[in-house]
């Protein structure tokens, strides 16, 4: 995540635009000091580049303190075990606190703070920073329990945990789910380059972008829904998740299909993303990610196809044998040789073992590997946690941590994984499966 500078790059509309009145906003990213005029223009990522739990816990010293109690290794929560709100005493009832950390969309009000500044972009966003605090506090009490109240050994322990639980998820579950396989794990590499690569952030990853749906579906533990959230509705809005709380949420995403990774976005983020108002216009996320590929200087979809697969496109058939596709990126660029990265790689047919096309498979294989690899406290490779530990976070699943800080007892065990309602009917009567023991943390404690 980059940060936005003074300098204005705003997407013109062609003669046919429907919707947009005027010229979609742009901001450029701000150049790195000493890039951009002898030298290739660079930024500089706002977060930390390593899967470390800096989304929970923030990625520079005021905003982890800010989310801290200092009491017992705790961060702060709102009612209803809530994110705390940027108020003085955490509370949406309380007065704004002027030494919160900036949250986007704060210029609104009273917002939930995290440990990345994006948390309250959607319901489901907050639900999931919700559940990473909720565990790292369970983590607490249950040293507390042991008898451990340091406040810093059982805040650093704790995170330590968490961030592993996160690249656990990750590696073990979510790449996965992609068809996405690394190779076995060997190690730390120090002679790896972990930075987030230009094709990973302002391409690669934005296949997000792509899966989102129109509206969030509430399930209860039941397997019943109890009412939507329109995605439109619930930009920045903090107000569903306060009322209703979590569970509802999580068992919803856990039960819906994603979108398709292909070329099609929904209408939420192509007209009205981050609108002031439901039914306004707000602003294109496509749009956005073309303009901020040209922002960053990425080269063509070809020229990246072959730096990271060994192989270039020809026709306009070798990237899809989608003739409607084709004919469309035809009508779009001059050549195979002029594609934008982000369109490319989403316009390919996809391997037939994976969710994204061979451009998008080297590009995000080749970014968490370097990320595992190259990370010297991977929890693999982490001095702390012994062989008892390792197997506890490869069995210990996304939906493990929903049922440990949630009411939620019926959630799958792969909340990744897309359930048919009689497939769910029939493992609705099956016994839970248990994860393994959490090891000692008696050893660690003690360090």
């Given at each position: 995540?980059?940060?936005?500078?003074?300098?204005?790059?705003?997407?013109?509309?062609?003669?046919?635009?429907?919707?947009?009145?005027?010229?979609?906003?742009?901001?450029?990213?701000?150049p790195?000091?000493?890039?951009?005029?002898?030298?290739?223009?660079?930024q500089?990522n706002?977060?930390?580049?390593?899967?470390?739990?800096?989304?929970?816990?923030?990625?520079?010293?005021?905003?982890?303190?800010?989310?801290?109690?200092?009491?017992?290794?705790?961060?702060?929560?709102?009612?209803?075990?809530?994110?705390p709100?940027?108020?003085?005493?955490?509370?949406?009832?309380?007065?704004?606190?002027p030494?919160?950390?900036?949250?986007?969309?704060d210029?609104?009000?009273?917002?939930?703070?995290?440990?990345?500044?994006?948390?309250?972009?959607?319901?489901?966003?907050?639900?999931?920073?919700?559940?990473?605090?909720?565990?790292?506090?369970?983590?607490?009490?249950?040293?507390?329990?042991?008898?451990?109240?340091?406040?810093?050994?059982?805040?650093?322990?704790?995170?330590?945990?968490?961030?592993?639980?996160?690249?656990?998820?990750?590696?073990?579950?979510?790449?996965?789910?992609?068809?996405?396989?690394?190779?076995?794990?060997?190690?730390?590499?120090?002679?790896?380059?972990?930075?987030?690569?230009?094709?990973?952030?302002?391409?690669?990853?934005?296949?997000?972008?792509?899966?989102?749906?129109?509206?969030?579906?509430?399930?209860?533990?039941?397997?019943?829904?109890?009412?939507?959230?329109?995605?439109?509705?619930?930009?920045?809005?903090?107000?569903?998740?306060?009322?209703?709380?979590?569970?509802?949420?999580?068992?919803?995403?856990?039960?819906?299909?994603q979108?398709?990774?292909?070329l099609?976005?929904?209408?939420?983020?192509?007209?009205?993303?981050?609108?002031?108002?439901?039914?306004?216009?707000?602003?294109?996320?496509?749009?956005?990610?073309?303009?901020?590929?040209?922002?960053?200087?990425?080269?063509?979809?070809?020229?990246?196809?072959?730096?990271?697969?060994?192989?270039?496109?020809?026709?306009?058939?070798?990237?899809?044998?989608?003739?409607?596709?084709?004919?469309?990126?035809?009508?779009?660029?001059?050549?195979?040789?002029?594609?934008?990265?982000?369109?490319?790689?989403?316009?390919?047919?996809?391997?037939?073992?994976?969710?994204?096309?061979?451009?998008?498979?080297a590009?995000?294989?080749?970014?968490?590997?370097?990320?595992?690899?190259?990370?010297?406290?991977?929890?693999?490779?982490?001095?702390?946690?012994?062989?008892?530990?390792?197997?506890?976070?490869?069995e210990?699943?996304?939906?493990?941590?929903?049922?440990?800080?949630?009411?939620?007892?019926?959630?799958?065990?792969?909340?990744?994984?897309?359930?048919?309602?009689?497939?769910?009917?029939?493992?609705?009567?099956?016994?839970t499966?248990?994860?393994?023991?959490?090891?000692?943390?008696?050893?660690?404690?003690?360090?």
């Open positions: 995540m980059t940060e936005e500078g003074d300098e204005r790059a705003n997407i013109l509309l062609p003669n046919n635009e429907p919707l947009f009145r005027t010229p979609i906003s742009f901001s450029r990213s701000k790195r000091s000493g890039t951009g005029v002898n030298s290739p223009r660079e500089t706002k977060i930390t580049a390593w899967i470390d739990g800096s989304v929970v816990y923030g990625s520079d010293m005021n905003r982890a303190n800010w989310l801290r109690t200092f009491r017992n290794g705790k961060l702060k929560v709102s009612s209803g075990n809530l994110l709100f940027n108020t003085v005493n955490g509370q949406q009832s309380g007065a704004v606190d030494n919160a950390p900036h949250m986007a969309g210029n609104r009000g009273k917002v939930f703070v995290a440990g990345d500044e994006r948390a309250n972009e959607q319901p489901t966003l907050m639900a999931l920073h919700t559940l990473f605090v909720r565990e790292h506090n369970r983590i607490c009490d249950n040293f507390v329990r042991l008898g451990y109240t340091n406040d810093e050994n059982n805040y650093q322990l704790a995170r330590k945990i968490v961030a592993a639980h996160i690249q656990a998820i990750t590696f073990e579950e979510f790449l996965p789910a992609l068809g996405i396989e690394l190779d076995y794990y060997e190690g730390c590499n120090q002679n790896l380059n972990p930075n987030t690569l230009h094709e990973f952030a302002s391409a690669g990853f934005r296949i997000g972008h792509t899966m989102v749906n129109p509206a969030l579906r509430l399930v209860d533990n039941n397997n019943r829904t109890t009412g939507t959230i329109s995605l439109v509705q619930g930009f920045f809005n903090t107000d569903f998740v306060k009322n209703r709380g979590i569970d509802q949420i999580l068992m919803g995403m856990s039960r819906d299909r979108q398709e990774i292909d099609l976005v929904i209408n939420d983020l192509r007209n009205f993303l981050f609108a002031s108002q439901p039914g306004s216009p707000g602003t294109d996320l496509v749009s956005i990610n073309i303009q901020r590929g040209r922002d960053h200087g990425l080269a063509d979809y070809n020229t990246v196809r072959k730096t990271f697969t060994g192989s270039r496109v020809n026709t306009w058939s070798d990237i899809t044998k989608n003739r409607t596709v084709q004919d469309k990126l035809r009508q779009l660029y001059p050549s195979v040789n002029d594609i934008d990265l982000w369109v490319g790689a989403l316009a390919e047919d996809k391997l037939s073992w994976a969710s994204v096309g061979i451009t998008h498979y590009i995000l294989w080749t970014q968490f590997t370097i990320l595992r690899d190259g990370d010297r406290f991977y929890f693999e490779n982490d001095p702390l946690f012994d062989e008892d530990w390792h197997d506890y976070f490869f210990t699943t996304l939906g493990d941590l929903i049922r440990f800080n949630t009411g939620l007892s019926n959630i799958g065990w792969d909340v990744f994984l897309y359930l048919s309602t009689t497939t769910l009917e029939r493992m609705i009567c099956l016994p499966k248990k994860p393994k023991t959490e090891p000692s943390t008696t050893s660690i404690l003690k360090q």
